[in-house]
């Protein structure tokens, strides 16, 4: 918010009343209140709390990142250690997607959804609040295919292999592309069918769901909305880019 | 695929102004789905998850969810309490509380035989917060 040189938080106590902290964050809710910028939640050092991190700002180097310290203060750390990403970042359909794509158990962030790019920018998170970037090519016009008008980027681990992967949802089609992360900052592009799934995702009110509805650690899908349904369909993976009952193809 | 029956579940989740929210509500393990920001509503529906299907409930969380049809508010889901369940709070209005629906079992002893039905229910709270809930609505 501009203006403001704090980080309000709301600890909560656990019986429904919250401890509120607003603590000082130097220039970071400056930063935040910058046209464009991107506010991202998730654990950017890997010490198991949750930190903010902002992109997307005009003219940056760095991803300012605001360090939880679990108790209602937070370190901010704008380390300039990024070249290529930040101006990656500040393209205007361009969509940060924030998950573990090294399994190294800390958030990083991956961006996706320009027409024009071949390739898909990912700055991995170290344990002190900085990153390293990869811009590594991607096939088969993902990045196009993401940038199609109505189409949705989920990062999750849909093959259980502890890295988030980067699948894309295009209502009314049967074959998704998704992104394999292989955790140097390469994708490999691959396509899953979900057949009547993906047709039913284009009725009207439907809302496609992302979680883990059967507690296996790997991501699944669902549909919920339509009316007139008496069901909520589920595509539940079954590890190495399977869903149950489909196919998945590829290269 | 499966395609798991849900009964009037479906129908509620195409309501106008639905919002519909993924988190393990019941404490098991798996991700479940569940509605508010329905106005008329007294309840908060939600269908648990087994890992093949779903068991809806539909209980009555009483102004929560009037509360949840207010203008400008942001449904967050996260587990506020520390008990592995994840519960439902809402915030960005012009208030000053926060309520909470707390993910709750409530066990009933059957009156045909030594059963315990656990029943997914919603305990509320909306403790004040101060200047908190102000500055949320800014955003």
């Known amino acids: ?15 429904g009343s919250f401890a509120v902290l607003n603590q000082s964050a130097g220039d970071f ?10 506010k991202l939640a998730g654990d950017f ?9 902002l992109v997307r700002g005009k003219g940056w180097g760095s991803i300012p990142v605001a360090l ?13 250690d990024l070249t290529m990403f930040p101006m990656f970042a500040e393209e205007g359909e361009a969509q940060a997607l924030v998950g573990d794509f090294d399994g190294d158990g800390g958030s990083d962030i991956a961006l996706v959804g320009v027409a024009t790019w071949g390739v898909i920018p990912v700055a991995f998170s ?23 008008i109505g189409t949705r980027a989920f990062a999750g681990d849909f093959d259980g292999d502890g890295m988030s992967d980067i699948l894309l949802i295009q209502p009314g089609s049967s074959l998704l592309p998704w992104a394999r992360s292989l955790g140097n900052g390469q994708f490999q592009v691959r396509y899953i069918n979900v057949g009547d799934f993906g047709l039913w995702s284009a009725a009207p009110g439907a809302q496609i769901l992302v979680g883990d509805f059967n507690g296996d650690h790997i991501t699944d ?15 539940l993976s079954a590890g190495a880019g399977m869903f149950t009952g489909d196919q998945c193809s590829g290269r | ?25 019941s404490g098991n393990g798996t991700a479940d789905i569940a509605l508010t920001g329905v106005p008329g509503w007294g309840t908060l529906p939600v269908a648990v998850s087994n890992g093949s299907s779903f068991t809806v409930a539909n209980p009555g969380v009483g102004n929560f969810a009037v509360w949840s049809t207010t203008s400008g508010v942001q449904v967050l889901v996260g587990d506020f309490n520390g ?32 059963v315990v039905i656990n029943a997914n229910t919603f305990a509320v709270t909306n403790r004040s917060i101060g200047d908190f809930a102000a500055w949320a609505s800014m955003w």
Do not use: C, Y
């Open chain 1, 1 to 15: 918010m501009a203006g403001w040189n704090t980080i309000p938080v709301a600890l909560s106590n656990g019986d």
């Open chain 1, 29 to 38: 809710p400056g930063l935040a209140s910058g046209p464009g910028v991107a």
């Open chain 1, 45 to 53: 050092n890997r010490d198991g709390l949750t930190d903010i991190a």
């Open chain 1, 68 to 80: 939880s310290d679990g108790t209602g203060g937070f370190t901010v750390v704008n380390i300039v």
């Open chain 1, 126 to 148: 170290d344990a002190t609040g900085g990153f390293h970037e990869t811009v590594e090519s991607v096939a088969d016009f993902f990045q196009l295919r993401a940038s199609v």
């Open chain 1, 221 to 235: 899908l669902a549909l919920s909305g339509p009316a007139g349904w008496a069901t909520v369909p589920m595509m």
């Open chain 2, 1 to 25: 695929m499966i395609n798991a029956p849900v009964g009037d579940f479906a129908a509620w989740s195409s309501a106008t102004s639905v919002v519909r929210v993924v988190g393990d509500f």
């Open chain 2, 83 to 114: 008990d592995g369940r994840q519960d439902i709070a809402l915030t960005g209005a012009a208030w000053n509380s926060l309520p909470i629906a707390f993910a709750s079992t409530s066990k009933t002893i059957s009156p045909l035989g030594p």
